[in-house]
């Protein structure tokens, strides 16, 4: 089972920061987490991972809590190509540890 | 670099037919995965590959299988198609690394081939 927790579906207006949340209150010291987005009939395409610190790359920023128990991915400027389903995934950093995806949440961006 | 490559795209089975799908993984790259996904069950994990061997493997039965090969290259069989079966075989690699923290491992996934089972 997935060890995270999403909202099903968000909206978001066309230009506005997009805030995806998800709580890991189970995640273990040894444990990522992990942003994928799914666009209809593609392979999902990886975002942006974190332990700790908040991480930012050119898609998106990723702001952990202190207690690591939930975390919050950013889309600064949401565009409709941004709409899709993300998922917020927690793995361990052993090698050969599978990931686990939920149901995701999806994000609908509206002009 | 090129990405991860998956052949065929599309592709429609009978029942009790046999279907093998390719990957090929991001050059570099010598850990492959499979996933399945349905509208029902999302994404299931089906096994990992890394260097040849087996090294993680989801709940599905023994119809489905697959192997990697000394370029990295991987294929999953199915067999005796059931109209279940019917399904987004997702593909994805990494560079996979044996130490904890040194390589993180993030997937990178194919575009997928698309089964449909008659």
């Known amino acids: 089972d997935a060890k995270t927790t999403q909202p099903p579906s968000m909206d978001c207006a066309e230009g506005r920061a997009a805030n995806l949340p998800c709580n890991h209150s189970?995640?273990?010291?040894?444990?990522?987490v992990y942003w994928y987005r799914q666009i209809h009939s593609q392979g999902p395409q990886y975002i942006i991972h974190?332990?700790?610190n908040n991480e930012t790359n050119e898609m998106a920023s990723l702001i952990i809590t202190e207690d690591r128990k939930s975390s919050t991915l950013i889309l600064p400027h949401a565009t409709l190509r941004d709409t899709a389903v993300y998922y917020c995934?927690?793995?361990?950093?052993?090698?050969?540890?599978?990931?686990?995806f939920g149901p995701g949440t999806r994000l609908s961006v509206l002009p | 670099k090129a990405g991860v490559t998956q052949t065929p795209r599309y592709l429609i089975k009978t029942r009790g037919q046999q279907v093998t799908l390719s990957c090929s993984p991001i050059?570099?790259?010598?850990?492959v995965s499979w996933y399945q996904q349905t509208p029902g069950q999302g994404l299931q994990f089906l096994f990992e590959?890394?260097?040849?061997?087996?090294?993680n493997k989801g709940n599905f039965p023994g119809r489905f299988s697959g192997r990697q090969f000394s370029n990295s290259r991987s294929e999953m069989n199915v067999s005796t198609l059931e109209l279940g079966d019917s399904a987004l075989y997702l593909c994805?690699?990494?560079?996979?690394?044996?130490?904890?923290?040194?390589?993180?491992?993030?997937?990178?996934f194919g575009e997928g081939s698309r089964l449909t089972v008659l």
């Open positions: 590959y890394f260097s040849e061997t087996q090294r």
């Open positions: 994805a690699s990494s560079s996979g690394s044996g130490k904890l923290f040194a390589n993180t491992g993030e997937l990178f």
């Open positions: 974190g332990l700790k």
């Open positions: 189970t995640i273990s010291g040894n444990e990522y």
């Open positions: 995934i927690v793995r361990s950093a052993f090698h050969g540890q599978n990931f686990v």
């Open positions: 050059s570099g790259h010598r850990s």
